[in-house]
């Protein structure tokens, strides 16, 4: 199982960016794709999650309105697009597979992160 | 949702056992035996190490156990070897609206 992300972006604050995140070595519509992200020396956030196979997303409220999760099941791609940047959501940007959609929350295997850099 | 609570850090020396402590509610970790920790080296992603509680993912020691008891849930670390220090996350279904919440972080120090 491997999961690839891409590279590191800059943004200014206002603006969007899309991550994505192309998964290998299982079936893709077959696990939930989730969402992290952790701030400069701070600990992890849940942002939401999207399964594959319909494309149905959950987003946690925090990121409600600005969070847009979809997939390429072509490419085995899924996408994370977040807009309306500000500095505080300057951070790495990690895709994980899971299930959190149940009582059993667990994410078993992590993309290698997507730094954003939204410069105040 | 409000982060579980996890003290900042903890340590011990090689061969001692340390264990970590990951505070919620009975909306999240008291409510639901979906407690999952992760171990995060600097500049990494984190890895999965212990989910629903106590179950270990395979490859992972069985140095690694977890328990829980009312609303809060615990990791504890036997052996310690010198690659055990990192920092550790525990993670809880909190309910079907807020899904996942993460603990604060626990820094583990082998002395």
Known sequence: VQLTQSGAEVKKPGASVKVSCKASGYTFITYYMNWVRQAPGQGLEWMGMINPSGGSTRYAQKFQGRVTMTRDKSTST???????????????????????????????????????NVPS | QSALTQPPSASGSPGQSVTISCTGTTSDVGGYNSVSWYQQHPGKAPKLIIYEVSERPSGVPNRFSGSKSGNTASLTVSGLQADDEADYY???????????????????TVL
Do not use: H, I, N
Request: proline share 3%; glycine share 10%.
């Open chain 1, 78 to 116: 899924v996408f994370m697009e977040l807009s309306s940047l500000r500095s505080e959501d300057t951070a790495v940007y990690y895709c994980a597979r899971g299930d959190c959609s149940s009582p059993s929350c667990w994410l078993d295997y992590w993309g290698q992160g997507t730094p954003v």
């Open chain 2, 90 to 108: 525990c993670c809880s279904y909190a309910g079907s609206d807020s899904l996942a919440v993460f603990g604060t972080g626990t820094k583990v």
